[in-house]
């Protein structure tokens, strides 16, 4: 670690901080002291705001900033900062002109200034919000400006030390959007479903770090696939006053014992590698769950689920208005009655389709429960690809409707809005502007798991909120990385195009979305390097989108059907008044022009006039053999010289043909994406194709500079940049999330595809620092996991062609033979191949979420490998076969779940994990309170297997901030520091005043 000299005449002063005593600093005699300025009334966010400022210049200096009321500051001649919201009175602290005190006064709620100003003896840094959550933004835009990186799942501190001098700054800050957040999904164990009250509260507590304020839960009803107990569905009567339920049914989240999307049931304790070490027992769940896995059954399970959580979420959501971040949970509708509530309301003599009274017990209970500012409805999954029955929209209607009475009648406090994965039904997105209250925000995720770009139909709504939620990752490919930072930035650029003045990001994972998540943070507030968006005139004659597509000569015969326009979304012909006969015709485009391999489905719909006309036409289903795909419709009226052809994707873009228009006395033929083909005039220009993809180099610089250092950001962003919307794809949707992928390719020639797994490796030596080569090591084992996973795929192929083999069979001993002789030696090779995947997975553990990734590979891959091989066997696999349960890596520290703020009284327990080929000889937490003193020792605890824990103590006095360590001394005498900065850089935590 390299420390720089430093220079020392620098004060801070800050309107609105918690009160302290002043503090000397270390320094020369002559040197004048750093000093934090504090209002006598702060506000919550200006106190915790100068906390947060003391704390990372502590840790990017090494120097302690106290904190001072106004009549303590140094006389002039100190340089200071002033931290303040803008009505606040700084007539005595800093001279400024009418035109400042005009431009600070006219700042909005979020948003903040950042201004140097020169005095005659002193410089003053001047960081003022348009309120507090603005000044508490604008403080940690100033700790990015000395060096620090915020993430999701944490901070980067930079290993190098910087000089404490007063930095040349003159910045406003102002959001793009109004919200800015994250929807963590709730199903996988990847994701919020083995998140704790304090995973929670870790992750809530970055959000206003990356300048975000929203953070929204979606809740799946009962048999899709179980219901969750998030929010709970239910009667008024059946609620107690401090908002526990005295009547419910069964509920939960993810566990290791469940046994859905594609994960077998397997105790923790049969996890290969080692990997049973992280868990502290067989059966693993999140702690609202109890004893209740996999899920409840008594009244009184069923109740203490439901409390549990609820209780958690009071804690977690009452933080999360304190830092200035919105909260949402909701339901998907129709509301999906749970059976167990059907019975006690036919006991009662209540009609269970009743759901008016439903949703009054439900939201009278989250009033007594936990403070949320919106509750959403999310329309059903199947909307994506499927036309809506016209009872099914009626019924949809019907619950809205009921809801908003509801909510108008008990006064609920939050605001209603809607989600889903598509903007409103196939036939019309913008159907819910017309019908609901123009105060509900009106969102939707992505189509086509985020490959598509957020829905058009947001531009056709006035008048309303509006939220786009792209997908920081898709499901199908979970259990590797992900990298979608020109994604994020298009889709970012299109929602503000569109009118939304909301961008959340869908996701499971943390640490390895971290490039995906800043760059959707930073592009909620800088869009500078977007190019400028062309105005489009009123569209004329022609078509709206779309590119020439010419399709191979063997897979049709007809020159017609041989190119094609896809990706277009409309044609508009000027053609007489009258009604016509019009036929399209489609053909099935090659397959590198899909948006997912493996002949996913291009599903689309086609809208004549306005009026639906075609539902679910999937262009893959066209047989190879003929490839033409006719539709002709009749008596469609044109009224106004034009005919409109619409096609709303679904699952991804039409790809047409021709187009033939006629009636008696006239007639219009187009040759799609060709030239003059019979009596078929040709396809109008193809459209400029809009980049799915923006520029990612200047992020992918700034995040290689401040993760790895300054010796080797260069290659390693070009690497990044090179991979960004372009990774290999192992994995995919099988069952579940993260299935292996079969590759009939020889690995010789796949491996091909991760040349740059070695091209990163070779970069690793000019990595420098500790905590850089931590990083570094994080990002190389993350890809050779992913490599490792790729080389099982090529096995998998022909593993599956032996399965296949053998189940062809069916006398039951040849069935069986066939599988002992050519699957399982396959299946040893596959298992031998394994051992690099769970090497390189348990390496990269450091979160829930990577907990997560370990179920999925040991219970979606490995599980579902062995099950096949054994039905036919009919007995288990050869043990020599499987992978050793033992681990065999270097030894590791893991504290998965790191906070950055603790209230003042609240105790800090730490869960520890210790991976090792044995028990550790002593493992102590060291702590102190940040920058003084010596360090107290604190034993960690053995709790079981590779799973300890310690508590921090709380603090003493009027300490702001504690800071601490773990150090480990290993069975082979070896000594382990957390984190791998310690002791030079350690984990700091800043105290808050009491949450109310």
Known sequence: MTIRTFLFNFSIVVLGAGITATIPLPCNSDDVLLTIGVDKNPSFQESYAAREIARYLYLRTDRLVPIVSFDSMPSRGANRIILAQKERSLKNVVNMNADFKTHISSLQPQQFLLKTVDGDKEKQLLIIGGDGAGTLYGAYRFAELIGVRFYLHGDVIPDEKIELALPDIDECGKPLFALRGIQPFHDFPEGPDWWNEEDYKAYLSQLPKLRMNFFGLHTYPEGHPNAEPTVWIGLPQDIEENGNVKFSYPASYQSTQRGNWGYRAKSTGEYSYGASQLFERDVYAADVMGNSIPAPESLEDCNAVFNRTGDMLREVFTLARTLGVKTCVGTETPLTVPEKLKERMKELGKDESDVFELYTGMFERIMKTYPIDYYWFWTPEGWIWSGVKTEELAATKIDLLAAVKAAERIRAPFTLATCGWVL???????????????????????????????????????????????WLEDDPALLQPQLWVGRMRADAVDARNYGCNGL??????????????????????????????????EIGEGPDGGHYLTIPDDMVDDPLYRTLRVNVHTYRLHVPNGHYIVTLKFARPDKNDKPLDRDAPRMFSVNLQGKNVLDKVDINQIKYEDNKLDYTFSYIEVTDGVLTIEFPPMQASAGIAAIAVHNNSYAKRINCGGPAYGDYQADWPPSKVKPRHLTSIDFYRDWAEHLFGSQAAEPIAAIFTALDGKLPRPTEWVGGPGGLNPDKRPWKEAKQDYAFVRELAQLRKQVQGRGNRDRFDYWLNTFRFMKALARVDCILYRYKEALAL??????????????????????????????????????VVSNPGEMGTIANWEQHNLQNFAHELQELLGDDVPAETQLPIEYAGPPRIIVPTVRTNIAKGETLTLKVIILDKQPPQEANLYWREMGKGEYEPVPVKHVARGVYQTQLPQAIGNAAHLEYYIEVKTGEDKTLHWPATAPQINQTLTLMDAID
């Open 504 to 537: 959340m990001g869908i996701h499971w994972r943390t640490r390895v979305l971290g490039p995906n998540i800043s760059a959707l943070a930073w592009a909620g507030w800088d869009q500078s390097w977007a190019e400028p968006e062309e105005t489009n005139e």
């Open 424 to 470: 409103g039904p196939q036939n019309d997105r913008a159907l819910f502007d017309r019908i609901l209250p123009k105060e509900m925000p009106l969102s939707c995720i992505n189509r086509v798991v985020g490959f598509a770009p957020v829905q058009t139909a947001f531009a056709k709504i006035k008048g309303r909120p509006l939220w786009a939620i792209p």
């Open 806 to 843: 053998a189940k062809k069979e069916e006398d039951a001993e040849k069935k069986k033979a066939i599988a002992r002789e050519k699957a399982l030696p396959i299946y040893q090779q596959m298992m031998d191949a394994a051992h690099n995947v769970s090497k390189y997975n348990i390496l």
